[in-house]
């Protein structure tokens, strides 16, 4: 039995021998799931992994004569149960999937609890005049609204992506990644991170979609680590989604295994009733490809200035992740974990911290140039207060001096109370 805990449901997974069938029941006072498989006996012991989390506090089997083996999962609290079964796939066998939704959606579970949705107040530890700064940032620039950027980590929960030789799980590299570039964004003036996954658990890919358009994002960033049979490919690279088919056969490869996921994951992909919807939204998405073609080639060019560029061009492929028709979304391989140097890059908190870098500067870049209408990068203007000066400005702009005064044809470091300076975009 393995446990994924998620905001709004707990998966739980029961690995079988062969085919299962089973009766689900649904107890109350206290709460519980039954399950019920006939012709079935615990063949390890249940406990060895992690059983309890999210909605469920316990487990206990029980052996009937007639070969029945009953599941009694103790619940936190009422719960909706929905269910599936999974034939082998992966590295995995024959499965037995049980959804538990909060039955109160309100009330999250305990160890999945949602990250605050507005970044938190500047830290305490800065020095006043910074934080003076950054509050009249704020103050002054509403209500122009901070570009909101959706950090999507791959995989995730019973879906593992791709293992590299020495055991590392992708969805756990690039949750970490995803983590660092949060906390990147978070410390950008102007912007606002959103995570789409926050821990270990797994979102369906068109969920993970819905989940940045609620956010009204305008970027959507998915970061994966690739694999190959060769274990010598290396490199990063970066893709947008292709509505006229893959640009390379390795690409078409890729997106197959990545959209794989929605079925390892146990999501069966439903695109029956998204098919119309597509093809009315191919207009609006041919513009979104466009724009997604830029970023992401910022953000190779960052990329290759950290470690090798498996590609040196932007790829496309058909990836279900990438299908929002109105955000920019690009999908990150930051490396490939199947090659082993690569793969001990991957798990080096540096080299973590040095991927989030490279692809923050791409989003910088590419929003330097292309400010969407009325946000506060459209129109970043300070004016200058006693005891300011240049250096502190930039630095909590997180523009160099050099460019900062390039900007505003300052030729000297003296600054006037009451002056306005044009804020250059972050990074510049
Ligand atoms: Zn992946």
Redesign the pocket.
């Known amino acids: 039995m393995r446990l994924w805990a998620a905001p709004d449901h707990t998966r739980v997974v029961f690995d079988s021998s062969g085919p299962m069938g089973y009766e689900l029941l649904t107890l109350h006072n206290p709460e519980r799931l039954v399950i019920d498989v006939p012709r079935a006996s615990v063949a390890t012991a249940l406990t060895r992994g992690q059983t309890v989390g999210g909605l469920v506090k316990g487990v206990r089997t029980a052996q009937y004569s007639k070969g029945v083996l009953r599941i009694v999962l103790d619940l936190e609290q009422p719960a909706k149960p929905s269910s599936f079964t999974l034939k082998p796939g992966g590295r995995y066998g024959h499965r037995l999937v049980i959804d538990l939704y909060n039955a109160n959606p309100a009330q999250k579970t305990k160890d999945a609890a949602d990250l605050p949705a507005k970044p938190a107040a500047t830290a305490t530890t800065k020095p006043a005049v910074q934080s003076r700064v950054k509050k009249a940032l704020s103050s002054e620039e509403l209500p122009a609204r901070d570009l909101v950027i959706a950090i999507d980590a791959?995989?995730g929960g019973e879906d593992t992506?791709?293992i590299g030789r020495n055991g590392t799980y992708?969805k756990d590299v690039?949750l970490s990644i995803a983590r660092r570039l949060y906390a990147l964004v978070k410390k950008t003036p102007g912007m606002h991170p959103v995570m789409i996954r926050q821990g270990d658990y797994y979102i369906g890919l068109r969920q993970r979609i819905d989940k940045a358009r609620e956010n009204k994002a305008d970027l959507f960033i998915s970061i994966?680590?690739?694999s190959f049979h060769d274990r010598r490919v290396q490199g990063s690279s970066v893709f947008v989604l292709s509505n006229r088919g893959a640009s390379s056969e390795m690409a078409r490869w890729l997106a197959e295994?990545?959209n794989a996921?929605d079925l390892a994951g146990g999501v069966s992909l439903d695109d029956k009733d998204h098919l119309l919807a597509e093809v009315l939204l191919d207009l609006s998405q041919n513009a979104t490809i466009e724009a997604s073609i830029t970023v992401a080639g910022n953000m190779l060019g960052e990329l290759q200035r950290v470690g090798k560029a498996h590609k040196s061009t932007v790829q496309q492929a058909g990836f279900v992740v990438l299908k929002s028709p109105d955000i920019p979304s690009v999908l990150v391989?930051t490396a490939f974990i199947s090659n082993p140097s690569e793969e001990r890059k991957l798990r080096e908190s540096r080299h973590q911290e040095a991927l989030a870098t490279a692809m923050l500067r791409g989003i910088n870049t590419y929003f330097a140039n292309h400010p969407p209408p009325g946000t506060r990068l459209a129109a970043r203007k300070y004016t200058i207060q006693r005891g300011d000066t240049l250096g502190v400005i930039a630095q909590q702009y997180q523009v160099s001096l050099s460019t900062l005064k390039d900007f505003n044809d300052l030729k000297s470091d003296v600054l006037r109370v009451g002056q306005t300076l044009r804020i250059p975009p972050p990074g510049g």
Do not use: R
Request: glycine share 16%; hydrophobic share 25%.
């Open positions: 791959g995989h992506g791709a992708e690039v994966h680590a690739d295994k990545e996921s391989e």
